[in-house]
Structure formats: C-alpha cells, structure tokens
C-alpha cells in the first residue's frame, strides 16, 4: 500500500521506493511520433538515474538519438500510485553499468546475449515527477465516492496526495 506522504522530501524518497519494487514502466521520447511502449527499468536512486537497456534498432532509441526529453509513466502492482516523470534521455556507454544490470531476461532480448551489438544502455535523469499516492482499500474510497456524491456540502472525496516533485536540482 502507497504511504500518504506530506513532505516533496517524503514523496520523493517514496517514488525512488516504488520504482525500484516494480520495474515495469511505459517510456516514450517527448515530441516524437513515438508511442509510450512498455519497458523495465532499473531505477539508480544513488545516483539520481533511472536506467534501461533496449536495442539500436528499436522505435525507442531511433527517437532518443544523441539526446530528447523523456516520459516515464508508472503505476504500483496495488493501483494505488501513480507517477509521470520527466528528464533527458541519453544513449550512453558504460560497459560496467551495463554489466550490473545485466541478466538473463535482458539477454532473451538479444540474439548474441550480452555481445550483441546491438544492445544499447539508456540513462534518464528524472528533472520532474508529478506522483499520486492513493488509499488502497478500494471499499474504502468507494465508500469516500458514494458519500460525496450523495451530498452538496461534501465536496470531492479526500482519498490521496499528489505532489510534483523537483529532482536533480
């Protein structure tokens, strides 16, 4: 279940938390023709980059070229967290980062594994995130739904936190 955080310190800490328990995103190069396509990522909370390996001869890596903002969109195995995040997106060269996340799901991937040339290794570094952390007890919030749509002095239901985070600053 998603905390609640009051802090953009907290957030963050909690958005860092979440991509690194679900590697699983949709990545799309900003102000291409380029759909969002699914992903892993290998979030890199030490040193403020979210990484992924892809091939030369993908969609994905023709749009990045040398360099392109990027948008990375996330959602929690419970649905009760949410974030878009935004940064560049580079093609990078850094055989030992590559080797540390290699494995043998990324090798399926590849037919010559590891030495294929065409693997590439891609770092984003997050500028912004917009996250949403919601309650994950879905009788709950329908609960906060039925009632405030019943009611003209209840407003909209309270059933989470939205922060827009700054990051790499």
Excluded at 86 to 99: H, M, S, Y
Aim: proline residues 4%; contains cysteine; hydrophobic residues 35%.
């Amino acid at each position: 279940m998603a905390r609640q955080t009051e802090t953009s310190q907290e957030a963050t800490s909690q958005l860092w938390y979440q991509l690194e328990k679900r590697r699983t995103c949709m990545l799309a190069v900003r102000d291409s023709d380029q759909h969002p396509q699914p992903m892993t990522h290998f979030a890199d909370h030490e040193n403020g980059a979210i990484w992924f390996i892809s091939s030369s001869d993908s969609d994905l890596v023709r749009a990045t070229g040398l360099g392109a903002d990027a948008q990375l969109t996330f959602v929690s195995d419970g649905q009760d967290y949410h974030a878009s995040v935004r940064g560049p997106l580079e093609v990078t060269n850094d055989p030992e980062k590559l080797d540390e996340l290699w494995s043998f799901a990324v090798g399926a991937w590849f037919e010559k594994g590891r030495d294929d040339p065409k693997v590439t290794l891609m770092k984003m570094t997050p500028r912004e995130a917009a996250v949403w952390a919601s309650q994950g007890n879905a009788v709950l919030v329908g609960l906060k739904l039925l009632r405030a749509s019943m009611s003209d002095s209840e407003g909209h239901p309270n059933v989470g936190v939205h922060h827009v985070l700054q990051l790499n600053t």
